[in-house]
């Protein structure tokens, strides 16, 4: 994989002030599916800092092994971090796995396939690598409509820049639609497919940090750079954008993410 780039002090920045809002709550949620199926070794793919990698540990039993994966070695130095043994981290890609084919009964995968520049590689290497009756289980966002926040940071950098605004924040919420989703999953051969709508409404005291991450702690970083702009005044222009939908804190910002869990027979 290649744009967009979580990179540098990017990472850091992204586990501290947009993992608590963002991804926290639907590790959990993910950790719980997955040990419902009760595999006995798991490939995260897309891992991130390792927030599911930390919610899938902390849910397995000691016997069961993981293998944490990601494009981005500065995200994997974030999620080493939080661990002293107990997971496996490999750099690699998600649409083109270092591993044998049947190796895992889990495959999971949060937020992530959204970036794969070839989503449907994607599905294929989660199923090539799944032994029989293994499951892949990823999320996705939903669409704009049901998370306003993503949609408040996209029409922010169309006011800021609007002759050519930063599209990052399109791209978390575009693999959002299920029938395609799931005749994706069909096609490379996947047989049980099951759904969960996931609506949170998240409790917030201060949007500041949440402000400086979705500057400083995501590609939207380098798309900033490249425009020459000033970073702290884009973040000023985000906080004042939140304010203005959520209201002043405390507040509650909707969330609303998709579970998907496809079965390889």
């Given at each position: 994989?290649?744009?967009?780039?979580?990179?540098?002090?990017?990472?850091?920045?992204?586990?501290?002030?947009?993992?608590?809002?963002?991804?926290?709550?639907?590790?959990?949620?993910?950790?719980?599916?997955?040990?419902?199926?009760?595999?006995?070794?798991?490939?995260?793919?897309?891992?991130?800092?390792?927030?599911?990698?930390?919610?899938?540990?902390?849910?397995?039993?000691?016997?069961?092994?993981?293998?944490?994966?990601?494009?981005?070695?500065?995200?994997?130095?974030?999620?080493?971090?939080?661990?002293?043994?107990?997971?496996?981290?490999?750099?690699?890609?998600?649409?083109?796995?270092?591993?044998?084919?049947?190796?895992?009964?889990?495959?999971?995968?949060?937020?992530?396939?959204?970036?794969?520049?070839?989503?449907?590689?994607?599905?294929?290497?989660?199923?090539?690598?799944?032994?029989?009756?293994?499951?892949?289980?990823?999320?996705?966002?939903?669409?704009?409509?049901?998370?306003?926040?993503?949609?408040?940071?996209?029409?922010?950098?169309?006011?800021?820049?609007?002759?050519?605004?930063?599209?990052?924040?399109?791209?978390?919420?575009?693999?959002?639609?299920?029938?395609?989703?799931?005749?994706?999953?069909?096609?490379?051969?996947?047989?049980?497919?099951?759904?969960?709508?996931?609506?949170?409404?998240?409790?917030?005291?201060?949007?500041?940090?949440?402000?400086?991450?979705?500057?400083?702690?995501?590609?939207?970083?380098?798309?900033?750079?490249?425009?020459?702009?000033?970073?702290?005044?884009?973040?000023?222009?985000?906080?004042?954008?939140?304010?203005?939908?959520?209201?002043?804190?405390?507040?509650i910002i909707p969330l609303q993410a998709v579970i998907i869990v496809a079965s390889k027979s």
């Amino acid at each position: 994989m290649s744009e967009p780039t979580f990179a540098g002090d990017v990472p850091r920045i992204y586990d501290t002030h947009m993992g608590p809002v963002w991804f926290h709550k639907y590790a959990l949620d993910m950790a719980a599916f997955t040990a419902a199926g009760e595999p006995k070794k798991v490939l995260e793919t897309a891992c991130g800092t390792g927030i599911v990698t930390r919610a899938l540990r902390d849910a397995l039993p000691a016997s069961v092994t993981i293998t944490a994966t990601d494009f981005s070695e500065d995200m994997l130095t974030v999620a080493r971090e939080k661990f002293d043994g107990g997971v496996e981290f490999r750099q690699a890609d998600g649409t083109d796995l270092p591993f044998p084919d049947g190796t895992f009964d889990a495959v999971v995968c949060q937020f992530g396939i959204m970036f794969f520049p070839d989503k449907q590689k994607g599905l294929h290497e989660a199923y090539r690598v799944l032994a029989p009756g293994g499951r892949f289980l990823f999320s996705v966002w939903d669409e704009h409509r049901f998370n306003p926040l993503g949609r408040v940071l996209d029409e922010s950098m169309a006011v800021i820049f609007a002759d050519n605004p930063p599209n990052f924040y399109q791209i978390p919420f575009s693999y959002a639609r299920l029938d395609e989703i799931r005749a994706s999953l069909q096609e490379v051969g996947f047989g049980r497919i099951d759904v969960s709508i996931i609506p949170d409404d998240h409790a917030i005291t201060d949007l500041s940090p949440l402000a400086h991450g979705a500057v400083f702690g995501s590609p939207l970083f380098m798309q900033v750079l490249d425009r020459g702009a000033d970073h702290q005044q884009v973040e000023r222009t985000v906080l004042t954008a939140l304010r203005q939908e959520f209201g002043n804190e405390p507040t509650i910002i909707p969330l609303q993410a998709v579970i998907i869990v496809a079965s390889k027979s």
